[in-house]
C-alpha cells in the first residue's frame, strides 16, 4: 500500500442496511453539525441518476443508486501512520444503518484517487443529464407510447444516446418510414 492521502483526501465507501442510504447520508449530515465534525467529515454521497420511464403513457423520472446498499464518505479516517482517527471510526460506525467500511474487518482501505475521480466525475455528470431507464437495441420492436404515432409498433432502427434518440421504423400508409422519437416516447412491445 502506498503513502496514506492527506486527509481531505480520503474517500471510502461505507456498507450499509439496503434501502437506508439516503437516511444514512441525512443522519451523518445532521451529527456532523450537532456533534461538530466538520474537520474529520467533508462530503457524503449517495451518487444516484435520474432515470426516465414511461409507465401508462405517462413520462416519470425516478432516481436510481449507482451503488445501492452503499455511502460514498470523504473523511479523515487513517492518520499518516496508517492508524484509524478513532473520533471518525466511532462517528460513523454508530451511524444507524451502517453496517462497516468497506475493505478488511477492522481496517478501512480509501478508494483510490483515480477511482474518486471517476465516481465524481460520473455523479457530477448525472446530476445534469436523465438517463432512459430501459435500454434498447437496434432490432427492437417497440410501441409508440407518446406523439402522433401513439400506439402504433416500429423497429429501432438507430439508437443514438448522446441526444436520447431512437429512429424507429413505422408503418405508415402500407409503407416503412423512419421517424426519430425520444426514449421516453416509446416502450417495449
Not at 1 to 21: C, K
Not at 112 to 133: C, H, I, N, T, Y
Request: aromatic letters at 10%; one cysteine or more; charged letters at 30%.
Amino acid at each position: 500500500m502506498g503513502a496514506i492521502p492527506a486527509p481531505r483526501d480520503q474517500w471510502y465507501v461505507i456498507h450499509v442496511r439496503s434501502g437506508f442510504e439516503q437516511k444514512v447520508r441525512d443522519s451523518m449530515l445532521r451529527r456532523i453539525q450537532t456533534e461538530e465534525m466538520g474537520d474529520y467529515i467533508y462530503e457524503v454521497l449517495v451518487p444516484t441518476e435520474r432515470v426516465s420511464e414511461v409507465k401508462k403513457g405517462k413520462r416519470s423520472e425516478t432516481n436510481r443508486k449507482f451503488f445501492p446498499g452503499y455511502v460514498i464518505a470523504n473523511c479523515y479516517l487513517l492518520n499518516e501512520h496508517n492508524q484509524l482517527v478513532d473520533k471518525t471510526w466511532y462517528f460513523v460506525k454508530e451511524t444507524d444503518g451502517v453496517l462497516n467500511f468497506a475493505g478488511t474487518k477492522d481496517h478501512p482501505i480509501p478508494m483510490r484517487q483515480r477511482e474518486v475521480d471517476g465516481m465524481l466525475a460520473q455523479v457530477r455528470d448525472k446530476d445534469e443529464s436523465v438517463v432512459p431507464k430501459i435500454a434498447f437495441s437496434v432490432g427492437d420492436t417497440v410501441r409508440v407510447a407518446d406523439g402522433p404515432f401513439e400506439s402504433q409498433n416500429g423497429i429501432i432502427e438507430e439508437i443514438d444516446p448522446e441526444r436520447g434518440v431512437l429512429r424507429v421504423s413505422v408503418n405508415i400508409f402500407g409503407r416503412s418510414t423512419p421517424v426519430d422519437l425520444e426514449y421516453w416516447q416509446v416502450e417495449k412491445a
